[in-house]
């Protein structure tokens, strides 16, 4: 009987949260293991970016730092914790919402309407850009053209310009953006599987707090944040859909993978021999490039001149080669080429 009831007292402390050992658990967590109730939950997770924020001293109080905003949970997670973090700790930061309008009917019109709804409830002022407005073209626009095969490298492109750009429209010290640890790990693994040295040195050395997917969308789900959580209607083929399924397979066999991953890419140490690309300066934009031309022009370029393709992939010999041979033509094309340049917002 004595043992009996031991056995059951046992058992019923087990259900505990591990950590405060008041409440039931009501997840276990794949990074820790452990098992704990919401409460907790909420602590350790709002914890953790912010012993991140301030071991690497990552914000000054009275920066500006703008909040890549999209409308989906991650997005939405973080200027939630962020705007959350701020007030309670006193960062002193002025937080901003920045969204891009990709021109994607049926999909990213939706999710604006999200991120508006956020802007009233967290109290954050919203600037919204669109590819429309800066390279003349929509995503709609596009894909009509160039089809559902690489696609996602225009969008893709186009949208890091396009928060640079925004970026500097809020002049903004800081600009922070919600791509959790799967993100990274597929990157991480895109640019092995592309033999991308430079671009796998640069993926793991921006200063990052490495939530899991499932972490962000269990936070979300109790905190009910308001997010919009339809995928992309023009990603299906994308190729980073391939590595997310790959390593989604290898975390079912290991819960460590998705960290593992990302752990070998920062530990990757690249030869002193190794040539790598000089950062510098468009010359036709002015924005942030190791060519002449910044790849959002190059792209950009090619749908004018209707030529999708000619940007696509990496060059031999250079598709700013080709450029530096375009700039020989007489006065007039010269001309037609620069009056396309990539955007029509100054800064």
Not at 60 to 67: P, T
Request: with cysteine.
């Amino acid at each position: 009987m004595e043992a009996s009831e031991g056995k059951s007292k046992k058992q019923g402390a087990s259900r505990l949260c591990c950590l405060c050992n008041q409440r039931r658990p009501v997840l276990k967590r794949p990074k820790t293991l452990q098992q704990i109730c919401k409460e907790c939950f909420y602590e350790v997770f709002e914890e953790e970016i912010h012993q991140v924020i301030v071991k690497n001293h990552l914000f000054k109080s009275g920066e500006r730092v703008a909040i890549g905003a999209s409308g989906g949970k991650d997005s939405t997670v973080l200027a939630y914790v962020l705007s959350e973090l701020n007030r309670r700790h006193s960062y002193g930061l002025d937080l901003f919402l920045l969204s891009i309008d990709e021109g994607i009917t049926g999909y990213r019109d939706d999710s604006l309407e999200t991120v508006k709804r956020n802007e009233l409830q967290y109290g954050l002022p919203l600037q919204i850009l669109s590819y429309k407005d800066l390279y003349g073209w929509t995503m709609d626009d596009i894909v009509k053209m160039i089809g559902l095969k690489n696609n996602c490298t225009f969008c893709g492109v186009f949208r890091r310009q396009a928060l640079d750009r925004g970026a500097a429209l809020l002049k903004v010290d800081k600009l922070v953006t919600g791509h959790n640890a799967d993100d990274i790990a597929e990157t991480v693994l895109l640019n092995i599987l592309r033999g991308d040295i430079a671009r796998l040195s640069r993926c793991t050395s921006i200063t990052t707090v490495y939530i899991r997917e499932g972490d962000l969308h269990t936070y979300a789900y109790f905190k009910k944040l308001d997010y919009f959580s339809t995928e992309c209607i023009y990603s299906p083929n994308a190729y980073r859909g391939f590595a997310r399924e790959f390593i989604k397979d290898l975390e079912r066999l290991r819960p460590r993978a998705i960290l593992d991953i990302i752990k070998s890419g920062e530990d990757f140490r690249i030869a002193t021999t190794t040539k790598m690309p000089e950062q510098g300066t468009c010359e036709r934009c002015g924005y942030i490039s190791s060519q002449k031309w910044c790849k959002a022009c190059v792209l950009l370029d090619g749908l004018n001149r209707g030529l999708p393709k000619m940007g696509i992939g990496r060059a031999r010999g250079g598709v700013n080669g080709d450029h530096q041979k375009e700039t020989k033509k007489p006065a007039s094309a010269a001309r037609s080429l620069e009056s396309k340049q990539c955007g029509s917002l100054d800064f």
